[in-house]
């Protein structure tokens, strides 16, 4: 009994070796890639095309690095590759999932932020509303926008469905 018991310690040290090698030579690999997170995305999302969240996150890591880079001087005419990075990631997450309200949201944010194009925003703050009705950053969104426009009844109303959905909201 203890000969085979030896035998069967081998065999199984031999198999969890043959599964380590291949794990381990796959980290050592990433690590070469994983300078920072954003580097490790970019690498990994060529391969996760179908993946509306991993696109979603995608672009709200290029979205965070190119707000840091503009908040420092950097002029959005020299990030234009980013910009459409992140409209194309937020674009391909809902192309994979239609229902991803936090995408259109996104999305919409992009428009307002970057091109203060308020009437593009709130077509895709109001994809965010036809998906989830009572989703308060698109409301507000919304209302921001249109108060941007002028738009005052409007720019009211989203900010009353703001205080609804959050009446401690300020």
């Not at 380590?20 to 050592?28: D, E, K, W």
């Not at 690095?65 to 910009?83: A, C, D, H």
């Not at 307002?112 to 009437?119: I, Q």
Request: no cysteine; glycine share 2%; hydrophobic share 40%.
């Amino acid at each position: 009994e203890k000969k085979d018991s030896g035998t069967y310690d081998k065999i199984l040290a031999v198999v969890v070796i043959m599964l380590l090698i291949p794990m381990v030579v796959t980290t050592v690999k990433r690590n070469f890639l994983w300078k920072d997170t954003l580097t490790l995305m970019e690498h990994d999302i060529v391969d996760l095309q179908q993946s509306a969240k991993a696109n979603y996150i995608y672009a709200g890591n290029l979205k965070v690095k190119l707000f840091s880079e503009l908040r420092e001087g950097v002029p959005i005419n020299n990030k234009q590759v980013e910009v459409n990075r992140i409209i194309e990631s937020y674009q391909q997450a809902v192309k994979v999932y239609p229902d991803y309200y936090q995408a259109w949201n996104q999305l919409g944010s992009v428009y307002l932020t970057l091109f203060m194009d308020f009437k593009n925003a709130n077509k895709y703050f109001m994809k965010a509303l036809e998906i989830r009705n009572d989703f308060l950053p698109a409301h507000y969104n919304l209302a921001f926008s249109y108060q941007k426009l002028q738009d005052t009844s409007q720019a009211i109303f989203h900010y009353k469905e703001v205080l609804n959905i959050n009446p401690g909201h300020t």
